[in-house]
């Protein structure tokens, strides 16, 4: 699905899907922000004593991500307080594929997809209610998933 070209694409067109179907809010979420997560992979040093060099292997160890964030405008939609709420009772089965879609600057293609895998909130917050700013109040959470994948 990546489409590559000369110039890089902008950042400002894209499309979230919560997964869960119609009412988790697919690309109708309007999210204003999107920070991708970071990924890692981590190195294990191992050194057998009877080696003859100083310096340990590097081995290749599990993978390791920081959180998707999602950030919108508060809006009335309680769709991401309820998900938020069924991980903190203790649901089962919670888990969802987060889907991210860059969009071409007329938005008539996907031109690169993230997919978070088993994703589930972990972090649930505001922005400061202010009587003296006029800006939106922001809605924000954080997914922490099992793998990223894209495409």
């Known amino acids: 699905m990546a489409v590559q070209r000369e110039r890089p694409y902008g950042g400002f067109n894209f499309l979230v899907q919560l997964g869960g179907g119609e009412d988790a809010g697919s690309s109708r979420a309007g999210f204003c922000e999107v920070v991708l997560p970071e990924a890692a ?20 160890g599990p993978e390791r991500y920081t959180n998707l964030v999602l ?9 991401l307080y ?3 709420n069924e991980v903190r ?6 888990e969802r594929t ?12 996907v031109v690169m997809e993230w997919r978070f895998l088993r994703a589930r909130p972990v972090k649930y917050y505001f922005s400061p209610l202010n009587g003296q700013e006029g800006s939106p109040v922001y809605e924000t959470v954080e997914l922490a998933f ?3 994948e894209m495409g």
């Not at 992979?41 to 290749?60: A, F």
């Not at 950030?71 to 769709?79: A, E, H, P, Q």
Request: glycine fraction near 10%.
């Open 71 to 79: 950030k919108r405008g508060v809006d009335g939609s309680l769709n």
């Open 82 to 84: 309820q998900w938020w």
């Open 89 to 94: 009772n203790g649901a089962q089965n919670v």
């Open 146 to 148: 099992e793998r990223m």
């Open 98 to 109: 987060v889907v991210i879609q860059l969009l071409s600057e007329d938005r008539g293609a």
């Open 41 to 60: 992979v981590e190195v294990i040093e191992y050194r057998p004593g009877n080696s003859k060099e100083n310096t340990p292997l590097k081995l290749t």
